[in-house]
């Protein structure tokens, strides 16, 4: 059963950071390329961030240079370093393979707000 579970979120004030996780089970990450997600409310979901199965990364416009997506196949685990947050930042994010996505988990809540 396939399942990816996300943390790690939660409230941050303008400028600070945070470090998600997506623990997956089901599916081996180093085969697969795996993406970040958000949604904020009354959006839709939009790509944050991907890494390939090799570990070549891109991020979308709006966080390249603030935003770090890394894995360890190890633990079969992507994580998202999130730096320099701000408010528009703020939504559900959630982790999946970048095409043929499996079933989404929960997702994890960030909140930027002073």
């Known amino acids: 059963q396939v399942q990816l579970v996300e943390s790690g979120g939660g409230l941050v004030q303008p400028g600070g950071s945070l470090r998600l996780s997506c623990a997956a089970s089901?599916?081996?990450?180093?085969?697969?390329?795996m993406a970040w997600y958000r949604q904020a409310p009354g959006k839709e979901r939009e790509l944050v961030a991907k890494i390939t199965s090799f570990g070549n990364t891109n991020y979308a416009d709006s966080v390249r240079g603030r935003f770090a997506i890394s894995k360890d196949n190890a633990k079969n685990t992507v994580y998202l370093q999130m730096n320099g947050l701000r408010a528009e930042d703020s939504g559900v994010y959630f982790c999946n393979k970048f095409s043929n996505a499996v079933s989404w988990g929960r997702g994890t809540q960030v909140t930027v707000s002073s």
């Open positions: 089901g599916i081996i990450i180093s085969f697969n390329d």
